[in-house]
């Protein structure tokens, strides 16, 4: 299909407690790339098959969580294009200040659910990507569990019907599967501006801001299992897998990082088209949408949020 201007979640930042220990999961388990680091001490990392500077950033303090998401759009005049529809939606734009390497102008503004949502247009390609020139399948070969891009992200916050309907609206995203309460309310929402099943997603939470994890994209069911092994070997705390999805279709493990992100390394998923019928999930249903080969949801995956 074709983009509409919005093409991917691009860059991530999140909060870690231990710097050293978590940044040597997403080193040398998950299998990142660091870039670089910031002036004050962020640190900065990409996947392999990734070509833009760096994709996931990790800060320092005493919570763990997200600082923010941002996603990259196709050209400078659509970056300001959505600036003045987001502004029009009712959410209040500012350009971004902090220190990004490799990153042009960013705007930044926090939707209904509480988190912080930037966009972008120019960054600069990375010193090590993948060949463009009669290409190897990689230069080097992939670390631990050889996570090849950073894929998705759910999000927990009220107010998720909103949160769908300005990604519709302004990103001109849409929407591939959702999960409703008995009364119709929006319970959850799969989004996506390409063929994935899904770029983000929303659940509905009374607190804001919170994330539920961030994706991964490996290649193979084998790499999912390659990753439970890493799992076990580095004593990491497990969630629920390796499983499969009704929802997406993906093929799934999660497990939280050292300082209590949860993390999913996932493969597969259907392919996703605008005109396809949307998939509708019952809420009592969920346990067979999140697993399908039990059918029951497991209270963690549901209750712990960062």
Same mark, same amino acid.
Request: glycine share 8%; hydrophobic share 30%.
């Given at each position: 299909m074709g983009f509409h201007g919005t093409l991917r979640p691009g860059l991530i930042q999140l909060r870690v407690l231990d710097l050293d220990k978590? #940044? @040597?999961?997403y080193k040398?388990? !998950?299998? !990142? %790339?660091? +870039?670089? =680091?910031?002036?004050?001490g962020r640190v900065m990392l990409k996947a392999y %098959?990734?070509?833009? &500077? &760096?994709? +996931? +950033? #990790? =800060?320092?303090?005493?919570? *763990?969580? !997200? @600082?923010f998401v941002a996603f990259k759009v196709d050209s400078p005049e659509k970056l300001e294009d959505l600036k003045q529809k987001t502004e029009k939606f009712g959410y209040k734009v500012s350009e971004a200040s902090d220190d990004q390497p490799g990153f042009g102008k960013r705007y930044v503004y926090t939707i209904c659910t509480g988190h912080q949502f930037q966009i972008y247009y120019d960054v600069e390609l990375a010193k090590k990507t993948p060949q463009i020139k009669n290409p190897d399948i990689w230069t080097e070969p992939p670390r631990g569990m050889r996570a090849t891009r950073l894929d998705h992200f759910l999000l927990f916050g009220p107010g998720i019907a909103e949160a769908e309907r300005y990604c519709k609206e302004v990103f001109d995203m849409y929407v591939p599967e959702v999960c409703n309460t008995p009364d119709g309310k929006r319970l959850a929402a799969w989004i996506t501006s390409s063929n994935k099943p899904h770029d983000l997603a929303f659940v509905e939470y009374p607190k804001p801001g919170k994330l539920h994890h961030v994706g991964f994209y490996l290649q193979t069911w084998e790499d999912v299992l390659n990753a439970a092994d890493h799992i076990a070997i580095n004593k990491l705390k497990l969630d629920i897998g390796p499983t499969r999805h009704a929802i997406t279709r993906g093929l799934s493990i999660y497990f939280w990082e050292p300082s209590g992100n949860?993390?999913?390394?996932?493969? *597969?998923?259907?392919? *996703?088209y605008p005109d396809n019928p949307q998939r509708v999930w019952d809420a009592d249903q969920l346990g067979k949408g999140l697993f399908y080969f039990s059918g029951e949801v497991i209270p963690s995956f549901l209750e712990v949020v960062s």
């Open positions: 978590t #940044l @040597d999961f040398n388990i !998950l299998g !990142l %790339d660091e +870039v670089g =680091r910031t002036n004050d %098959d990734e070509f833009d &500077h &760096h994709s +996931v +950033v #990790l =800060r320092k303090t005493n919570e *763990a969580g !997200l @600082d949860r993390i999913e390394t996932y493969c *597969a998923g259907y392919t *996703a």
